[in-house]
């Protein structure tokens, strides 16, 4: 036991990995870190008038089963390179890995400073989400008189108080030790499934008794064109809502360091957390529930998907959105941890302290500084909302299809990673390239203003968000000695040594 020991650490210690964190994660927190992050159908509510402006339902449902396709394709992409290379951070050490000898280290900064933007506005969206759809219950009640849209600054200013306190929640969870966190996984994965039975059942029996469904020829040919757009980039749009909501089941790599048998548990947490999110059922039963779209936007609320509950189920009867921020906020805490701990954030040595529970304490203090920080955006801005929808998501997917496995992998270092324990076989080059098409037309997306012609009021800002974002990784990257973080034989080491993936974490 000594030897094989020695022989995983010197394997981690060759490509400047030194494992710190605790293990005690199996299988099921490994999938619920994924799950509950990705926890499609909320994002789905959230995003759906965005989705019935942008095409209606008819671009909806077919842009849904195209991107549940490529949604899977990607995460068994994703699971294959997490199962070679299972350490806390993931996505930069794979994509330094994918990169090769010319590339790696350049592609591992990028990818740093991508994903931690990522998911620190991940997790300042969701507060926000939260705030939306408490406010929208003023409208449902008749409560005149106060401020009801985001274009009253008043409106804003609550939202944005409000935000805060549901963030200092969502951190303040996270700071229990790691042994206990796994309840906590739990309890948002119990809260998922019972959302899901309420929606599969409850729902439609509502619907049922009072305005009653749609027809088919509603659902599958009816559309719409509320953003202004050319009629096929609206159609495009509707992307915006479906691949928008399917992103987030990268997590389980990013707590691949606290997992037991990592190579396989947190490989298997990633496609299968992508998995059970495409609920094709589900999706069609909000399809096929909603009300006439007049009647859905006549009261001016920021989530016209209160309004379709509150006419499907009463006044009383109909529930909020549960949304698991906690869950979101250890995947990102545990991100920024590991790059802070290989030295590329500024003031690394303070973030990659652990307190003595075993939790990375900073980091996780870091997380609440970024959010914290983004939602004062909210107070400037009344689109703010969807600049941190667009900026959760696409710098992840600019991470798969331009860096961590998409590009590097397909066409960089096609033939490296052969023996995975979770391997995609000769699927493996196709799926990569089928990922890397679908992740860069996901960005294109995500950039795109959703309110045209464009004005300072309908600017989306993701694209400046990242491109500040890229020239301080370019920065951070010209700055950092190379022998300070992923030297180039850390690399070579990773591309020669054949016994490193099977032996790592096995």
Known sequence: MRAKGFVIASCAHAIGYTQTLK?????????????????????????????????????????YIICVIFTLVTAAVLAEICSALPAAGSVYLWAASSGGLKYGRF?????????????ATFVASLSQVVMYFALSELTIFDVESFPQTPTDI???????????IVLAVMI??????????KFIFRFATAMIMLDFFLNLIWLPIGVNRTYGFQSAKFVFTKTYNKTGASPVWNWMLSFFATGGALVGFDASGHIAEETHNASLVAARGVFLSALMSCQVEQFFII???????????????????????????????????????AV??????????????DGILPFSGYIRRLAPNGQPRNAIFVIWGVG????????????????????AGMPTFASWALIACMLGRAFITPNNFKNPRWSLGKFSRPFRVLAFIYTSFMCCVLCSPLQFPVTIDTFNFCPIIFLVVTIL??????????????????????????????????
């Not at 592609?107 to 998911?119: D, H, K, Q, S, V």
């Not at 303040?172 to 966190?181: A, F, Q, R, T």
């Not at 979101?328 to 701990?341: D, E, F, K, M, N």
């Not at 010209?478 to 690399?491: G, S, V």
């Open 287 to 325: 399809v096929t529930s909603q009300p006439d779209v007049d009647q859905l936007f006549a009261l001016d609320t920021p989530q016209p998907i209160v309004q379709f509950y509150a006419l499907s189920l009463g006044q009383h009867g109909h529930v909020l959105m549960n949304v698991n921020g």
């Open 473 to 506: 990784a370019v920065i951070s990257w010209w700055l950092t000695p190379e022998d300070n973080w992923l030297e180039k034989r850390f690399i070579q080491h990773i591309q020669e040594d054949k016994l490193l993936y099977p032996q790592l974490q096995k």
């Open 172 to 181: 303040g969870l996270n700071l229990v030790s790691p042994g206990h966190y």
């Open 372 to 391: 914290a920080t983004l939602l004062f955006t909210i107070l400037g801005s009344p689109v703010a909302f969807n600049s941190l929808v667009s900026a």
């Open 154 to 164: 008043k409106f804003r200013a609550v939202v944005w108080i409000g935000g805060q």
């Open 23 to 63: 293990r005690s994660f199996d299988l099921f927190e490994s999938f619920a870190a994924s799950f509950a992050a990705v926890y499609v159908f909320s994002g789905l509510r959230f995003l759906f008038s965005t989705s019935i402006a942008a095409g209606g339902p008819a671009a909806y449902w077919s842009s």
């Open 107 to 119: 592609f591992g900064f990028l990818t740093a400073w991508w994903a931690i933007t990522a998911w």
């Open 328 to 341: 979101s906020t250890v995947a990102a805490s545990r991100l920024v941890y590991a790059i802070a701990r």
